[in-house]
């Protein structure tokens, strides 16, 4: 699946010298050669879309799939592994392409994990009726470097990454660009937006957490004190506590399920580490990704509750495969970044008196003990700054009832044109949608401006403002927070 160190002479000639100081300092750009403005021509109208694509050195195609209305792309992109010594290798990073027409605005879109290679759109595609442009977070697999250097993991190279492929493409790309995602992807945006501010003409960042001070999470527990209501708190909080009183019969069940399905569990340590884990997630996992109104599926008498009944309501929610070895496998690139930057949650969960023995373990527990690691408490405390005073063109929406809206972006005095809206009772799917009509108004608005496609009568009453794109079953559907679903220590 990993790519091989390829191209690195030719790098020298695509991508400029980056400084080696200094973490807002401009990455390496591909330069345009005289033969692709030639063979594309002014109006840029002369060559097939494909063909434009791939004339950008470093692309290459993986695929095209069909889609009525789009051309759709999988390609690799020759990426330097450190943007600020572009001559130290490369690596292949994927990104698939939803071309609608060069006329119309683009959409840059990440999750901040891997990318989905089926067609899909995210809210302000359809919002603004555009291409969307998704890549892959670098360390993802297939988008690894070979070695990896774990050390060239970090959110300003991620935030190089898509500020290379945003000036590669914009060539052929032209109109206004917004960038996009939820979760991790959301602070990828953020981060995008923060190094590279005059890349994008607007930031859409949905239920994006900000651990500004790693140290200091009371606000999650204050949140998991009243949100939603007590009788659907005391259900939730009965569950967790009998499955680590019945830790035992449990523990024995859990045994069985990872001899049946091959898991093991050298990265956490032991079966008894990873049980706790799950069974401690379970009341976040509820509400980062249930409703309210789902309180009524949780067992309302949990003493009296079957083994059964109890393992299979955490099993449901949280996912006993979660912090096995193959369930970490493929995450081990965001745990690595919660305990070197981004910073991670640690919430008491006072309910369990002293049931628990490890309590809420750390990114650390989660990654192999071969890639070594180092917090930088820094990095959050910059970019929420940033953010606070810089801040143009941003839009946040988070969800009423998601954990990971604790701890959000604010917005200070330096901000323009940049708005924060919570949907009421959303959990990790909140969006734009899902907004008071008021405030759904307002951010539809803002998307169709900063794409440049506000129609007249919503540039004139921003109440008239709605998606310029029609709703397709097959593209809108997907949730694209919800790519990373189980374990939810991830946002």
């Avoid at 692709?36 to 692309?59: H, Q």
């Avoid at 909080?237 to 990872?258: D, F, H, I, N, W």
Wanted: glycine residues 8%.
């Amino acid at each position: 699946m990993r790519k091989a160190l390829r191209g690195i002479l030719s790098l020298a000639v695509l991508i400029g010298t980056v400084s080696a100081t200094g973490a807002s300092a401009g990455a390496a750009t591909a330069a345009e050669p005289a033969a692709f403005r030639t063979a594309v021509g002014d109006s840029g109208t002369s060559t097939d879309i494909k063909d434009r694509i791939l004339a950008i050195p470093g692309m290459s195609l993986i695929e095209e799939k069909p889609y009525a209305g789009y051309r759709y792309f999988v390609l690799n992109y020759t990426q330097p592994v450190d943007h600020r010594h572009p001559s130290k290798g490369t690596f292949q990073q994927r990104i698939t392409l939803l071309h609608k027409d060069t006329s119309r605005p683009t959409v840059f879109y990440t999750s901040g994990y891997n990318v989905s290679t089926s067609p899909s759109r995210s809210e302000p595609t359809r919002i603004v009726d555009g291409n969307q442009v998704s890549l892959e977070y670098r360390f993802f697999t297939p988008s690894r470097p070979e070695p990896a250097d774990w050390s060239k993991l970090d959110i300003w190279q991620a935030a190089s990454d898509q500020h290379r492929v945003f000036t590669a493409l914009k060539r052929i790309y032209s109109k206004n660009w917004l960038t996009t995602g939820g979760s991790k992807g959301g602070m990828t945006a953020t981060y995008f937006e923060r190094f590279y501010p005059k890349d994008m003409d607007g930031v859409v960042a949905y239920v994006a957490p900000n651990d500004v001070v790693n140290k200091e999470d009371s606000a999650y527990d204050r949140f998991f004190a009243k949100v939603g209501t007590k009788e659907c708190r005391d259900r939730l909080a009965g569950v967790q506590r009998e499955a680590l009183v019945r830790r035992e019969p449990l523990e024995k069940k859990y045994a069985q399920y990872a001899a049946d399905n091959g898991y093991t569990f050298t990265t956490v340590g032991t079966l008894d580490k990873a049980y706790e884990a799950v069974v401690m997630d379970y009341v976040w996992a509820y509400w980062q990704y249930s409703l309210l109104a789902d309180c009524d599926s949780i067992p309302a008498d949990a003493r009296n509750a079957t083994d059964q009944a109890i393992w299979d309501s955490i099993d449901s929610i949280s996912g006993f495969s979660a912090y096995a070895d193959q369930g970490l496998a493929n995450y081990t690139p965001y745990y690595y970044q919660a305990g070197t930057q981004l910073g991670s949650p640690d919430i008491k969960q006072p309910w369990l008196g002293k049931l628990s023995r490890y309590g809420y373990q750390p990114p650390r527990t989660f990654v192999p003990r071969s890639i070594p690691m180092k917090f930088q408490p820094s990095a959050m405390r910059d970019v929420d700054t940033w953010v606070k005073h810089h801040a143009t063109h941003m839009l946040y929406v988070y969800g009423e009832n998601d954990p990971w809206g604790a701890e959000r972006f604010r917005l200070g005095a330096g901000a323009r044109d940049s708005y924060v809206f919570t949907q009421p009772g959303g959990n990790h799917g909140s969006n734009v949608a899902g907004l008071v009509p008021s405030e759904n108004a307002t951010a539809t608005a803002a998307i169709l401006r900063w794409a440049g496609v506000a129609p007249a009568a919503v540039q004139q009453d921003e109440s008239k403002a709605k998606p310029l794109a029609k709703f397709d079953a097959r593209l809108d559907n997907k949730d694209l927070t919800t790519e990373h679903r189980l374990g939810f220590r991830r946002p």
